[in-house]
């Protein structure tokens, strides 16, 4: 009888092959953890339209206002000069009579566009230049002297040098910004590479033959996401102020293209009677400059996977 109970209490447990590769922990993107973390915040996000409104009105805009840096207006009437920003003229007239509008935001798509596009080619070229010296002691060797004498020398007196060998120009300008810093890019991913080269993971995969650029590919550069966004955060504000900078010194774009950096000196001497002409370009560069870093940063923080939750 004892027997009999002891056999309802018992069964055979069945064996699933499935089953056994089953993960019980959640399923994990690291995109959709990045995304999520970097929504969490309403403040992020409403920097996030504002910086995307900004930027593509800046680069719309001037395709529709006719303005055109070498061409004068044609107006006669010296009751258009001057005037203060209104519901009419939202940021006044100049001494010409060009909208300020007009003036500021073709002035802003280049600089845009010129930090945009420079950016991109550095890290391009930083980043993978970067990643194989931090491997190769050879390279080390040569590249660590390059960098030595290229960092010993004022990085806007080298950039006011190149501007005027080459000349002004939106070509000459992003040469100039891209054969200065790409240098910082390559040693700062060089050092970051040869922090977590010899980690466990990369010593066994280089002990079961994996190729360099393999190893490089694979496990170093998707550890380095975080810290990459974080650099492009500071290097598109940066690359904006130095564009303003050169323009601004009559060096940069030159008169032939508008930028917020010859807009700024062109008013500089109407500061006291028309303070308006001055600010409004000054205010409309820290606003895209400022808005750019703030949201870098909490991309940068969002792509870190220590921050996801």
Not at 6 to 21: G, I, K, V
Not at 152 to 180: E, K, W
Request: aromatic share 14%; hydrophobic share 50%.
């Amino acid at each position: 009888m004892m027997e009999r109970i002891e056999d309802n209490l018992f069964e055979f447990a069945e064996f699933d092959e499935r089953e056994s590769e089953h993960i019980a922990a959640p399923r994990y993107s690291y995109w959709k953890s990045v995304w999520r973390t970097f929504i969490r915040s309403k403040v992020t996000v409403f920097l996030s339209i504002f910086v995307i409104a900004l930027v593509a009105f800046a680069l719309i805009q001037p395709m529709h206002s006719g303005y055109s840096p070498t061409v004068a207006p044609n107006i006669n009437n010296s009751e258009m000069k001057y005037l203060p920003p209104s519901s009419e003229h939202l940021f006044g007239t100049d001494n010409i009579g060009n909208e300020v509008w007009d003036v500021v935001w073709a002035g802003a798509r280049n600089s845009i566009l010129v930090s945009f596009v420079s950016t991109a080619i550095i890290m391009v070229i930083g980043i993978l230049v970067g990643a194989v010296w931090g491997f190769s002691k050879k390279m080390d060797k040569w590249m660590i002297e390059v960098y030595n004498v290229v960092s010993n020398v004022p990085y806007l007196l080298l950039a006011m040098i190149l501007s005027y060998v080459l000349g002004a120009g939106l070509g000459s300008l992003i040469f100039v910004m891209v054969c200065i810093d790409w240098i910082y890019v390559a040693y700062f991913i060089r050092t970051q590479v040869m922090i977590i080269r010899d980690r466990e993971y990369n010593l066994a995969s280089k002990c079961l033959g994996t190729k360099t650029f393999t190893m490089i590919i694979k496990n170093i550069l998707p550890y380095l996401v975080s810290v990459i966004v974080t650099y492009i955060s500071r290097e598109i504000p940066s690359l904006i102020s130095y564009e303003v900078f050169l323009s601004y010194m009559g060096l940069g774009l030159g008169t032939n293209y508008a930028s917020l950096g010859r807009t700024i000196s062109q008013y500089k001497s109407f500061m006291t009677g028309y303070p308006h002409l001055f600010w409004i370009p000054v205010l409309v560069l820290a606003a895209i400059a400022i808005s750019l870093y703030v949201v870098g940063q909490k991309l940068a923080d969002a792509t870190d996977p220590r921050t996801h939750r």
